[in-house]
């Protein structure tokens, strides 16, 4: 009976668990292609992550079925609904990470991921734009995971040959990222402080300027001045956000702490495509002291997961 209300209470916001690790697989893969590491670890780590995927998807298929209306609030509360679009992210960041094994399963993963994101973000969009549940403090960056997200589309389409649509996809994710950073500004300065739950996903306000900045030398093929405010921008705000690395240390864990994941890899992919492209190597430092960093960190949150999960201390009724 116990396993079963736990179940119930299993959150959406597991699957930023898999977005890190993937993200951390495809930095390996970067790290691999650049500075010629083992592909063995890259390969390990997708294994790792194609399991951990089909965990929580079956388990969280299980709740659906057997604990719908359970599933259903879930899906229409204002904080915990924009979680939704990590599924449809991972299907995105797999096939960026298949694509040095097999670029028919990269474009089954792409073409999966990109209409199920394109769904999921047309309707949580909608519920935006017609809504009377919203308020001031319910907004906080994981707002970005919906329409951010998109901007990934081009980091396997454009290999895959959809350009044009890769554009399409990178522009709803930039504008919204501009409209949504103002917003999120806001809240944080204006109004009450984020709570000790959702602080951690202050971290995922480096990953749109670090996912824009990948995806658009994806599309363009080179470092203009655009691509520099991204990448410097995002540089910006790690070092912001590392600044308060005490504060962090502080919290209590929460299953929110993976939100320090997938925002990190991405700043160290892109700091090794910066270095890559430039010729700097100093950029490369900074991707290889984010990648060293980034494995550490997720082998304390794996960690820290499973040890919440036997004590107890996640999938509990908020």
């Not at 609030?73 to 960026?96: G, H, T």
């Not at 950073?181 to 809240?187: D, E, K």
């Not at 470092?223 to 956000?241: E, G, R």
Request: a positive charge; proline letters at 5%.
């Amino acid at each position: 009976m116990q396993t079963s209300n736990r179940l119930k209470n299993m959150p959406i916001s597991f699957f930023g668990m898999v977005m890190g690790m993937v993200g951390l697989t495809i930095a390996w893969e970067k790290a691999s292609e650049i500075y010629q590491f083992s592909v063995a670890i890259p390969h390990t780590l997708l294994i790792q992550s194609i399991l951990v995927f089909i965990i929580l998807s079956g388990l969280y298929l299980y709740k659906g079925l057997k604990f719908r209306q359970a599933l259903l609030q879930e899906w229409a509360n204002p904080v915990k609904m924009n979680f939704i679009p990590a599924i449809s992210i991972s299907l995105l960041l797999f096939s960026v990470a298949f694509m040095s094994i097999s670029m028919e399963v990269s474009r089954v993963l792409w073409a999966s991921g990109t209409i199920l994101h394109m769904v999921i973000s047309l309707v949580i969009m909608n519920s935006w734009l017609h809504h009377e549940k919203y308020e001031i403090h319910h907004i906080n960056p994981a707002w970005f995971i919906p329409a951010v997200g998109n901007a990934i589309v081009p980091l396997a389409g454009v290999p895959l040959g959809y350009a044009e649509l890769s554009w399409f996809f990178f522009s709803i994710g930039m504008v919204f990222w501009l409209i949504l950073m103002v917003i999120v500004f806001n809240r944080i300065i204006f109004h009450m402080p984020l709570p000790e739950k959702l602080m951690p996903t202050l971290f995922i306000l480096i990953a749109p300027p670090a996912v824009g900045f990948l995806s658009y030398i994806k599309l363009t093929g080179e470092l203009d001045a655009f691509a520099q405010v991204l990448y410097n921008f995002a540089l910006f705000l790690t070092i912001l956000l590392l600044s308060q690395l005490p504060r962090f240390a502080r919290l209590p864990f929460f299953l929110s702490w993976w939100a320090y994941s997938f925002p990190l890899a991405a700043m160290s992919i892109a700091s090794m495509v910066m270095a890559q492209i430039s010729g700097q190597a100093f950029y490369g430092y900074i991707g290889l002291g984010l990648l060293f960093t980034l494995s550490a960190l997720v082998l304390l949150l794996f960690i820290k997961t499973l040890y919440a999960a036997q004590h107890g201390k996640i999938c509990v009724a908020d």
